[in-house]
């Protein structure tokens, strides 16, 4: 069975991650998620839901159209 992404990568969620210094498990953690569910949300195999695009935007401190910008 092959996967197919539903977006591209997130690469400004991964930078502001890599800039605040959070593991992917820290991330998961304040998402209430794994981190491969974080992960796999990163890097397009599954979305995150409104309450958690409203979260990243005020643990990093941007816009959800920052964080969002494929």
């Known amino acids: 069975m092959s996967r197919e992404k539903m ?3 997130y ?9 605040f210094g959070f ?4 991330m998961g953690d304040m998402l209430s998620c794994s981190d491969r569910t ?9 979305d995150f839901s409104a309450l958690e695009g409203k979260e990243l935007s005020r643990i990093f ?3 959800q159209d920052v964080l969002f910008l494929t």
Do not use: I, T
């Open 38 to 46: 974080y992960n796999d949300k990163v890097l397009g195999w599954k």
């Open 61 to 63: 401190g941007v816009s």
């Open 11 to 19: 690469v400004f969620v991964r930078a502001y991650q890599k800039k």
């Open 23 to 26: 593991s992917d498990k820290e």
């Open 7 to 9: 977006h591209r990568e």
